[in-house]
């Protein structure tokens, strides 16, 4: 029983099938059997882990405390990521790292009033700075801080920092 038509029975044509064949077999044995890394959520709750033991560690390093936050932060868990950042604070009060994620963390969590008092000390903190008027990241803080105030309905204080 001959299960290839008459016009595939040449012997290139065979050997071509059964090279296809072979390279699908292959593929879903390699699917199945190939590491492929760790599932994203893995790596991060890792990277979660290996923060938390160095902030055990060395509890009184405010950038220990703000990298962790961050971490918690791009896991979508904001509200774990606060009270790192208050810690962060209490051993620098002028870290403007913390004071940025500490902004971004309340805007995503939407609270907005409390979201401009850390903003609003980073402006001050950089009100003699000779690159403020082209920093990046000090545009995203006037930024962040108009939206807190437009969502708080102070528009003349949100029309002055989105100027």
């Known amino acids: ?3 290839l038509p008459a016009r595939l029975r040449t012997r290139k044509s065979v050997v071509i ?3 296809c064949f ?11 059997f190939v590491p492929r890394g760790f599932h ?15 902030v055990a560690q060395t509890p009184d390093n405010p950038d ?3 990298a962790l936050a ?10 774990r990521a606060i009270p790192h950042l208050k810690t962060a604070l ?5 870290h403007q790292g913390a004071l940025v994620a500490l902004g971004d963390a309340y805007m995503e969590l939407e609270r907005y009033k409390d979201a401009v008092e850390p903003y609003t000390k980073v402006v001050d903190l950089n009100t003699n700075n000779p690159m403020r008027g082209i920093s990046r990241e000090l545009e995203g803080v006037y930024y962040h801080l108009g939206t807190a105030f437009f969502n708080l309905g102070s528009f003349n204080d949100a029309l002055r920092s989105f100027s």
């Open 17 to 19: 099938i059964v090279l």
């Open 40 to 54: 994203p959520g893995e790596a991060e709750a890792q990277q979660i882990a290996y923060m938390e033991e160095l």
């Open 22 to 32: 072979l390279l699908v077999v292959g593929g879903v044995l390699a699917y199945f």
């Open 70 to 79: 961050l971490f918690y932060s791009q896991a979508g868990a904001p509200q």
């Open 90 to 94: 209490k051993l620098n009060p002028s």
């Open 64 to 66: 220990a405390h703000v």
């Open 1 to 3: 029983m001959n299960l």
